[in-house]
């Protein structure tokens, strides 16, 4: 029984007549294959060429859907990926690129390939992660996708790092129910910022009774309860020097004393970090950098919510459906949608989600959500309603010129954002895209092949 569908595509003369020797290898490996474009071209897909090219980055751009899908790009040689010609393949959405010639088992490795991508997006399409990590952005996809391959396939300790408000617990949990090692212990939370450093030892290492005043019975710290488990330590970054040392021999031996005890005791736990610091090999000069280089086996920079704007209405529609389970999905008058995606959000998802339930709270009857129920505070100032050109339109304006993009730049990212989100939003009609744009077909289909230049005026300039 195959163990992964894929489609094939080649291009090159020897690229053509390895393909062709190669799907009955791949047959054989358990890889179900078809021609790209015979039965459908979505899903992941085996690329072959004779080299890398700015034709191949072009063709797997396309067939990536600019990295969403998994495509790997298989060469008949090694000989020509040097001089870091495979990066550009990479950086066009390839999700690997791989020579024929260089294992003795070519095929066997492309499937064990395929089977790995299906197993993490299959687990990344299931309820465990889609109901609690909202979202569908290439930016937030590709994230997931290396979470939850450390998460099922390793049990690496993990460091995960962004602004407050980002998801940092959710993706700990997921993290930690992901694990597959058998008779796996429970998950410890601790957030080191609430700690009190003078009953922080107690908290970590559990004490004897008698050890301290008020210490009248035994009690076990996060180190015991983690032990076959996972231990998840919140905002990292604030832990005093002394703790961080104690930490470090906990995470290098595997042992540790109870305050009060001299009896050393085992535990071998997976730690998870998070920290909105930057503690980067000691850059806030207050994180050992031995410490940070073991609990960052892997380090996953959660993004803030303006870098993953599409996300937004997916999450709203989430947290209305979390709000008010027992009824039917409720619609969005525009003013208050375009507000919803307009608003700068300070705290990221958990600001999105405290904004969201209040509305779903002011809201009465089955009917849409109107401005009406946006609380009096959340209203925009301005009689116009804000406009188009908000604070989030003039940050990103900010960031174009702070990394030294100039006006012919930034006007024409900002055209070819409009065209792609007009005909996206259009289902590619060119002459409903082109209304909205105030353009005339002909104009947005010149823009689109690149040949209308910047100049002029007037309704056939896109």
Not at 216 to 239: I, K, S, W
Request: with cysteine; glycine share 10%.
């Amino acid at each position: 029984m195959p163990v992964a569908h894929a489609w094939v595509a080649s291009s090159g003369v020897h690229a053509e007549s390895l393909c062709a020797e190669a799907v009955e290898a791949l047959r054989v490996a358990g890889v179900e294959s078809h021609p790209r474009g015979r039965q459908h071209s979505e899903g992941p897909g085996l690329f072959f060429v004779d080299e890398p090219s700015t034709e191949a980055n072009s063709f797997v751009r396309s067939a990536s859907r600019n990295g969403f899908e998994r495509v790997m790009v298989i060469v008949p040689s090694v000989s020509v990926l040097g001089e870091g010609a495979a990066w550009g393949l990479i950086a066009a959405g390839a999700s690997d690129v791989f020579a024929w010639d260089h294992s003795p088992s070519p095929a066997e490795d492309a499937a064990a390939r395929l089977s790995r991508w299906g197993a993490v997006d299959e687990l990344i399409a299931s309820d465990a992660v889609r109901t609690k990590l909202v979202g569908d952005s290439l930016h937030w996809r590709a994230l997931l996708r290396d979470i939850v391959d450390v998460a099922r396939f390793t049990e690496a300790f993990v460091l995960l790092t962004g602004e407050s408000g980002t998801g940092k617990e959710l993706v700990a949990r997921l993290i930690h129910d992901l694990d597959p090692r058998p008779r796996k212990g429970e998950l410890v939370l601790l957030d080191c910022a609430t700690v009190v450093p003078s009953l922080s030892g107690s908290e970590f290492f559990g004490h004897e009774r008698g050890a301290f005043t008020g210490a009248v019975a035994a009690r076990e710290g996060a180190f015991a309860r983690a032990d076959g488990g996972t231990l998840f330590l919140d905002e990292v970054g604030e832990l005093s020097p002394a703790l961080q040392a104690e930490l470090l021999r906990v995470v290098q031996e595997g042992s540790y004393k109870r305050v009060g005890s001299d009896t050393w005791r085992r535990t071998r736990f997976r730690l998870v970090c998070a920290t909105n610091r930057d503690v980067h090999d000691g850059a806030d000069g207050g994180f050992r950098r031995d410490l940070y280089y073991r609990v960052a086996g892997w380090t996953f920079d959660l993004p803030s919510l303006r870098e993953r704007p599409e996300d937004i209405m997916p999450l709203v529609r989430h947290f209305l459906a979390e709000a008010r389970p027992d009824e039917s999905a409720l619609e969005l008058d525009e003013p208050v949608q375009q507000l919803l995606l307009s608003r700068d959000y300070q705290g990221n998802v958990r600001d999105l989600r405290h904004l969201v339930l209040q509305i779903a709270a002011r809201h009465a009857g089955p009917g849409p959500i109107t401005i009406g129920d946006v609380p009096i505070e959340e209203r925009p100032d301005r009689a116009d309603g804000g406009g188009w050109r908000d604070t989030g339109f003039e940050q990103g304006v900010r960031r174009a010129i702070a990394l030294g993009a100039t006006l012919r730049d930034i006007s024409a990212a900002a055209a070819e954002a409009a065209i792609g989100i007009a005909l996206d939003e259009e289902g590619g009609n060119l002459g409903r895209a082109a209304s909205r744009l105030g353009v005339t077909p002909r104009a947005l289909q010149l823009r689109r092949a690149g040949r209308v230049k910047a100049s002029g005026d007037g309704n056939d300039k896109a």
